[in-house]
């Protein structure tokens, strides 16, 4: 029996690092070439430009100046572009993920409905005893008989906490 309250922590854990990961990419965005490439053109631009900031060089300094603007609105273009792409595929895959959620937590209350998840001594649930439990005590053992739907909560909040604190740590 606590292999399987093992086995639906895993579960659910797996759906909040994918849900954690996604979020993480979604925050994080990416640079790709044509972006990178721009940024740098634009630093050599303005960097030539400070150094021609003199008054015989003032006529190629304006119009380095105004490159550099026109390559700063392309890279705007292309950034905007970019995360409207981005943004629709975060979107697919987030309902994607949310569909699975669902389906998972159907599935596990459906399966574990008429039977408890895991029996737990009576003396760790103090306080709490009487919401973790299913059925009551277990008659011949004494302890806490642990449903479904009170384990889903306690390890989709363990998990999601876990989730946010440690997925940027190993992603980074």
Not at 92 to 112: D, E, P, Q, S
Not at 133 to 145: E, K, L, N, P, Q
Not at 146 to 167: D, H, Y
């Amino acid at each position: 029996m606590a292999l399987m309250a093992i086995f639906v922590f895993l579960l659910v854990a797996a759906l909040h690092v994918l849900d954690s990961m996604l979020d993480l990419a979604r925050k994080r965005g990416s640079l790709s070439d044509a972006q990178l490439k721009l940024r740098v053109e634009i630093s050599e631009i303005n960097k030539e430009a400070s150094l021609l900031s003199t008054p015989s060089t003032f006529a190629q300094c304006a119009k380095l100046k105004r490159l550099a603007v026109a390559k700063e609105k392309e890279l705007a273009k292309l950034q905007q572009s970019d995360i409207k792409g981005k943004q629709s595929l975060h979107d697919k895959y987030g309902k994607v993920l949310l569909g699975a959620k669902v389906l998972t937590y159907g599935l596990l209350i459906l399966w574990f409905w008429s039977a408890p998840v895991t029996t737990v001594p009576k003396h760790l649930l103090q306080p709490f005893g009487r919401m973790f439990s299913w059925r009551g005590i277990d008659a011949a053992t004494g302890h806490v008989v642990v449903g479904i739907i009170p384990w889903l909560f306690l390890t989709s909040r363990v998990s999601k906490l876990l989730s946010q604190k440690l997925v940027p740590i190993f992603l980074h």
